[in-house]
């Protein structure tokens, strides 16, 4: 379950705290970003923040049965 703030919107995650819940580079999330191919994020003015829900979906898109999937 996603943590909400007191105003019951999301807490954004910077992309440093979502490369370490992802246990990934925050390099590698910046590539990812570039590419378009990683989490969906939120850009703020020059910011990048992610939320844990959008982070949770791209992780469930990754899932793999076999090696053989792409």
């Known amino acids: 379950m996603p943590t909400k703030t007191g105003t019951g919107f999301e807490r954004l995650l910077t992309a440093r705290d979502a490369a370490n819940l992802l246990r990934l580079s925050p390099s590698w999330l910046a590539k990812a970003r570039m590419r378009g191919d990683g989490p969906r994020y939120v850009k703020l003015g020059r910011s990048?923040?992610?939320?844990?829900?959008?982070?949770?979906?791209?992780?469930?898109s990754c899932q793999r049965f076999s090696t053989s999937e792409r």
């Open 48 to 60: 990048i923040r992610y939320t844990e829900t959008g982070i949770l979906q791209w992780m469930r």
